[in-house]
């Protein structure tokens, strides 16, 4: 059973701040991996993918990929409240549907 | 922008009520998947398909049939509704080769059976 696994929270930080959310994956050929953003009593919405090791930044957000670790965050900087939502990690490999973490609430406080 | 609309927010039905879900994208999309979310659960996959007429099951498909007779509809049936099937059902689609790329959603259907 391929897994994605994520602290569920909620991870509480001051506006401003930076915020730091992780994910572990447990299929090595995963090839893809996404960050989709949840508010409360809504769909998710992509933020960020990546397929290579490495950073990859756009705007406030950088995701971080390292394959050798089976390892993939998302930092958001200059956290915002209303970046305040639940974090889903999805993964997947050529082939297979997206594989989804429960997710990680961040709260950011004011 | 894609839109994936799903046919009813809000749904109330009878435990052995035959429930159908619809679901229909407007960006020409190979790939389209049904979710489930629950709290504490995440979002597990039900059923996807690849093509016209083409299923897979998901991790959790037992309860559930789905069907799609044209590209841009894809519906999900309940044959016989049970309570811990009272759920949010999301509706995907996106269009990568090897069913990769971006998932795009539709607002969800919240069922509830009685």
């Known amino acids: 059973q391929k897994e994605v696994e994520q602290n569920s929270g909620p991870l509480s930080v001051p506006e401003g701040a930076i915020a730091s959310l992780n994910c572990t994956y447990s299929d090595r050929g995963s090839q893809s991996f996404f960050w989709y953003r949840q508010y409360s009593g809504k769909s998710p919405e992509l933020i960020m993918f990546i397929y290579s090791n490495g950073d990859k930044e756009d705007g406030r957000f950088t995701a971080q990929l390292n394959k050798a670790s089976q390892y993939v965050s998302l930092l958001i900087r200059d956290s915002q409240p209303s970046d305040s939502a639940t974090y889903l990690c999805?993964?997947?490999?050529?082939?297979?549907?997206?594989?989804f973490g429960k997710g990680t609430t961040l709260s950011v406080s004011s | 922008d894609v839109k994936v609309t799903q046919s009813s927010r809000y749904l109330v039905k009878r435990t052995g009520e035959k429930v159908f879900l619809e679901c229909v994208q407007d960006?020409?999309?190979?790939?389209m998947f049904w979710y489930r979310q629950d709290p504490g659960l995440g979002l597990r996959l039900i059923y996807f398909?690849?093509?016209?007429?083409?299923?897979e099951k998901g991790d959790i498909p037992e309860g559930y049939s789905v069907s799609r007779e044209k590209k841009e509809r894809f519906s999900l049936i309940l044959e016989s509704a049970s309570t811990n099937q009272t759920s949010m059902y999301l509706c995907?689609?996106?269009?990568?080769?090897?069913?990769?790329?971006?998932?795009?959603f539709g607002e969800g259907s919240r069922l509830t059976v009685l």
């Open positions: 398909s690849y093509d016209v007429k083409m299923k």
């Open positions: 995907a689609s996106s269009l990568g080769r090897g069913l990769a790329g971006e998932l795009f």
């Open positions: 960006m020409d999309h190979e790939n």
């Open positions: 999805a993964v997947n490999s050529l082939g297979t549907a997206l594989i």
